[in-house]
């Protein structure tokens, strides 16, 4: 039986010192302990050739082709996937570049992954001590839409190597994940806005709260975001959940499903009010909502939280000093059967 263990190299780099924004790039073949390595051939539209990820300025219509070097530094032959993913805002608060976004704003005219495609094979095959080169064509729509594009170049490696041999052990695949920026500008780059979406509870890995739903419209990054909330309840005025997340950075036309966690304390039906703030250095959005909690709601996403009042440690305590106890009964009564077995042996014995 073999134990997967994913490890996902994300290799970051500044692309603009003045905003401070960070994005995945690729690291060099040199040193490499990971087997392979992947390197973007930097194109004459590059705007900053200091950058190793793509950062391109385009043109409506334009059709262009760029390259990466997939480095293998194996002695043997090695397999990696390569796609386009376009960029997302995770429920972490930060851009995600490797697994496919689940949804974007209503705003979001075009992705990445549609005006980007890979030529020839997605699954590569490199020859040992060698490289190869992969390339993507790029189609930018001909209506003009100022503003960025973001992305990433995804590659990861998918053969079978195995470390551990000894038979009967646990062994370990490992999969090594690469993205390359990429960061298309065409015209001028809008101010960025935002939007306040839905407001409701929910849950964000496996803990109950209040999820509000904030929307960047624009084609523009939003980066090093303080977003403050403050929710009390409508009947009383009492504050029930204050939250503070640092550091957001937001995609293009993305949501963030900003978490506001409850912890320990249950969700109670009732009315309530959010007031949110989402500010960096240069911007500040205020927002204030009522919204309602319901009893079925509260039901559910209570029994559902991991920190589920329904069940306390004494409770737990309790489950686990029964059964011990019934653990405990089942020896004493296996060791009587046993003795009385060996005792009406005896007897029977005896008799002869």
Do not use: C
């Not at 994300?10 to 302990?33: E, Q, R, T, Y």
């Not at 960025?192 to 624009?218: C, E, F, Q």
């Amino acid at each position: 039986m073999q134990r997967f263990k994913k490890i996902q190299l994300l290799v970051l780099a500044v692309f603009a010192l003045m905003l401070g924004i960070s994005f995945p790039v690729a690291a060099s073949a040199a040193g490499n302990n990971v087997g392979y390595s992947v390197s973007a051939k930097i194109p004459k539209n590059q705007i900053n050739k200091q950058n190793s990820f793509f950062d391109l300025k385009m043109k409506p219509g334009q059709t262009q082709t760029i390259q990466v070097k997939v480095y293998n530094v194996t002695n043997s032959d090695i397999k990696v996937r390569t796609a386009i993913r376009t960029a997302w805002t995770n429920s972490a608060g930060t851009v995600e570049y490797v697994t496919p976004g689940k949804s974007y704003d209503s705003s979001l005219k075009h992705k990445m992954s549609d005006i980007t495609k890979i030529q020839g094979k997605k699954t590569l095959t490199i020859p040992a001590s060698s490289s190869k080169i992969v390339t993507a064509k790029i189609t930018m729509p001909k209506d003009s839409s100022e503003g960025v594009i973001l992305g990433g170049w995804y590659f990861k490696r998918v053969d079978s190597k195995v470390t551990g041999t000894v038979k009967g052990e646990n062994t370990i695949k490992d999969e090594y994940t690469y993205v390359i920026g990429m960061k298309y500008t065409e015209g001028k780059v809008p101010n960025p806005n935002m939007k306040l979406g839905k407001v409701a509870a929910g849950m964000s890995d496996y803990n109950r709260g209040v999820i509000a739903d904030l929307r960047n419209p624009t084609a523009v990054i939003i980066p090093k975001l303080k977003v403050t909330s403050t929710i009390t309840d409508r009947d009383g005025g009492k504050v029930v959940n204050k939250n503070t997340k640092e550091n957001v950075m937001m995609a293009p036309n993305t949501g963030y499903n900003y978490p506001m966690l409850y912890g320990k304390t249950a969700l109670k039906a009732g009315n309530y009010h959010l007031h949110l703030v989402a500010k960096n250095s240069d911007h500040e959005w205020v927002f204030d909502r009522d919204f309602t909690i319901t009893q079925a709601q509260a039901n559910k996403y209570n029994n559902d939280s991991v920190e589920s009042p329904g069940i306390s440690i004494w409770l737990l305590i309790a489950l686990g000093a029964l059964g011990m106890l019934i653990l405990i009964l089942l020896i004493l009564l296996i060791i009587y059967l046993i003795r009385r077995r060996r005792r009406d042996k005896e007897d029977e014995d005896s008799k002869k």
